[in-house]
């Protein structure tokens, strides 16, 4: 009672009221203003969106960590070693005396369960393991805990080195404290009801407190294998509106901002006592549609609509500092990257395709999007190039569960959204979450697949994206990631990449090594301040 009385009394403090008059945030704590629209859940296996992802990769930890800034490095986690042999089977090697929050030791056990929980489950987190065949019924023969060792082998042909990049991946195989899980199930449901607002990780700070859309506390693991972070705790306000972050941070009563809007970021570039920190990200900004619906099922709609977007007008007003114009399904800088496609806006030719798919007077559409930016801006654009051809789209602007769960249950029609792999550095990660579908029956429910949201299928690019991933030799494998790329924009896909996502990050001079991650882990165990 009085743990729960005095977190109350905490969370009242760093109310609104009580944050706004503050002169600084206190030495020990770390204060970070940001949107929690899309913050829906913790539970690492049902969670998506870069919000949740750089919530829970500090509670929870992974065998491995990608490095922030070398993009092919890899670094210790969990495990203290591992090993690739030549047939790929993994082995790692956990590390001794790492603990749970709870106080439970770190078992290789716990980390086989937690894998088995995620996959078993079929939630967002299990899209990845399901796309390199790991199933709820050959998952035991796979991946396996012996002592204090565990093996993983490869149920069909794979790059070994992409299956390594998952155990870097906190919706994928975050590790879960079993015993604390299964004392609260409910009805055989693995602890999922209970995760969904609480915590049972090893991570470098243990959830207190969380208030949904409003505020949500991580306490200092005295206890930490790392040895404990410089902060003793971690407070994450919600802050959808760029300018109330900008204000606050000036004022120093917030440390750090995340998705600032342009203009914002732009006056405070010039500030001596915040840093500016751009970084290219994980994922796309894209134009999707539903190939459930018979409109969008029509190629030349679907062309109609690649050519009623302003791509340069959209890069180069809105999103400096969200992103850059990126239009094709794999990230830049990765294996097989191409320059970008010769597409810009032409309504006369997509009014020509329109009238050749039967629709010379457009149609009326619903474009849904977060009511944040850059999405309300680029459904905006959007809307009215769209209108330049007689489609008349109505936005629809919501909450992340209001935006995205349509689009998880292939109810929507058009949507402005962020997404698309680029978590591990490989061209796979992109097309593994836009291009392959494996099944694209409405009882698949792989919910974590864009192309599947999207009801986009291809047999063909299936297979030559498995043809890709195995191939050993370096310069033929960029051959066919650049092929599968012409071959997407050959089909006239369901989703049009816009840009590729930049993450810009506005904090107080003060913060010392934090860095922003790629893959949206970014890690605040040794985030320190300079007082």
Do not use: C
Not at 326 to 340: A, I, T
């Amino acid at each position: 009672m009085k743990k729960h009385v005095l977190g109350l009394l905490v969370t009242a403090a760093l109310s609104t009221s009580a944050l706004s008059a503050l002169a600084a945030t206190p030495a020990d704590q770390l204060v970070v203003g940001m949107s929690m629209n899309n913050v829906l859940t913790l539970d690492p296996a049902a969670m998506s969106g870069r919000e949740s992802t750089g919530i829970v990769v500090n509670i929870y930890d992974t065998l491995i960590q990608l490095d922030p800034i070398e993009r092919t490095k890899v670094n210790p986690g969990l495990a203290e070693s591992w090993n690739v042999a030549d047939d790929g089977t993994i082995t790692f090697n956990l590390r001794e005396g790492a603990t749970f929050n709870s106080g439970n030791p770190v078992t290789a056990e716990d980390v086989v369960w937690s894998i088995k929980r995620n996959i078993g489950l079929g939630l967002v987190g299990a899209g990845v393991w399901s796309s390199f065949g790991y199933t709820k019924d050959n998952v035991d023969q796979h991946i396996k805990a012996d002592g204090n060792t565990i093996t993983v082998t490869l149920p069909q042909p794979s790059d070994p080195n992409l299956i390594l990049y998952i155990f870097g991946k906190p919706d994928a195989a975050s590790v879960l404290d079993k015993k604390t899980v299964l004392e609260n199930e409910t009805n055989g449901d693995m602890g999922a009801a209970w995760l969904t607002t609480n915590a049972a990780g090893s991570g470098p700070f243990t959830l207190t407190n969380w208030a949904a859309n409003d505020i949500l506390m991580l306490q200092r693991a005295e206890n930490y294998w790392g040895g404990p972070a410089p902060m003793k705790r971690i407070i994450f306000r919600h802050m959808p509106e760029s300018q109330t972050k900008r204000l606050m941070l000036e004022r120093g009563d917030l440390d750090i901002a995340l998705a600032l809007s342009v203009p914002d970021i732009n006056a405070l570039s010039t500030n001596k006592d915040v840093v500016v920190q751009a970084t290219p990200s994980a994922g796309f900004y894209f134009l999707a549609v539903s190939m459930k619906d018979e409109r969008f099922q029509k190629e030349d709609v679907r062309l109609a609509l690649r050519n009623l977007i302003d791509y340069q007008g959209i890069n180069q007003t809105i999103m400096p500092n969200y992103g850059i114009m990126h239009l094709r399904p794999v990230s830049p800088g990765v294996l097989g990257s191409l320059p970008n496609p010769d597409y810009k806006l032409d309504a006369a030719k997509a009014k020509e395709y329109l009238a050749k798919a039967g629709y010379a007077d457009g149609f009326p559409v619903k474009l849904l999007s977060l009511n944040e930016a850059p999405f309300i801006d680029i459904a905006t654009s959007i809307q009215g190039t769209l209108a330049q051809a007689g489609i008349k789209a109505d936005i629809v602007t919501g909450t992340g569960n209001q935006v995205y769960g349509p689009m998880r249950e292939r109810k929507f029609e058009l949507i402005v959204g962020r997404g698309g792999g680029g978590q591990e550095p490989h061209p796979h990660s992109n097309l593994r979450a836009l291009v392959i579908n494996p099944n694209n029956s409405d009882d698949a429910g792989l919910s974590g697949v864009i192309g599947w949201r999207t009801s986009f299928f291809s047999e063909e690019l299936n297979t030559m994206a498995q043809q890709a991933l195995v191939e050993r030799d370096k310069e033929k494998q960029k051959k066919l990631y650049e092929d599968i790329q012409y071959k997407y924009e050959e089909l006239v896909p369901a989703l049009q990449p816009i840009s590729a996502a930049v993450d810009t990050v506005v904090f107080r001079s003060d913060i010392q090594n934090y860095q922003n991650h790629y893959g949206w882990t970014t890690r605040l165990h040794d985030v320190d301040k300079a007082r």
